[in-house]
């Protein structure tokens, strides 16, 4: 500091990075905890060899396509199909555009949406006003 106060900014500083830390363990707590459950629905409603393998897919962006959830789960189309239509069904996945000939589907995971989120949703519910990734920057 010019004014040579640096105690002051030094805690300012300090106190800026306790809550972030706190911030971020809530988040990282709120992860983990949907991880489980997602885990635990899956191993239940997916009565496939894939259940467990479909998970960390959707971990991997709040939006994708059905092609981008192929790619990275590594699954055959029929089964990622059915799997993301359970998802849809109970309530996981929302189904933001519905494919139509050479047109993908677009899926969203409001959940992880509202956790990695650094906006609060705008009505409190749903997806947030400024999620950090948009369509048009995860879909292919």
């Known amino acids: 500091s010019s004014i040579g106060d640096w105690q002051s900014w030094i ?5 800026a990075v306790a809550i972030q830390a ?27 060899q894939f259940a ?47 494919g139509r000939g050479r047109r993908t589907s677009v899926y969203a995971f409001p959940e992880l949406l509202a956790i990695v989120s650094t906006e609060p949703p705008a009505s409190g519910h749903g997806p947030p006003a400024a999620p950090l990734l948009t369509v048009g920057e995860t879909i292919s």
């Open 22 to 48: 706190e911030s971020d363990t809530r988040r990282v707590r709120e992860l983990l905890a949907l991880y489980d459950r997602l885990k635990n629905l899956l191993a239940t409603r997916l009565r496939t």
């Open 11 to 15: 805690e300012f500083f300090l106190e």
């Open 52 to 98: 467990l393998q479909a998970l960390d897919p959707l971990f991997m962006a709040p939006w994708f396509s059905t092609p981008q959830y192929v790619q990275a789960s590594g699954m055959p189309r029929a089964s990622v199909a059915r799997i993301l239509g359970e998802l849809v069904e109970s309530g996981v996945l929302t189904l933001v555009r519905e």
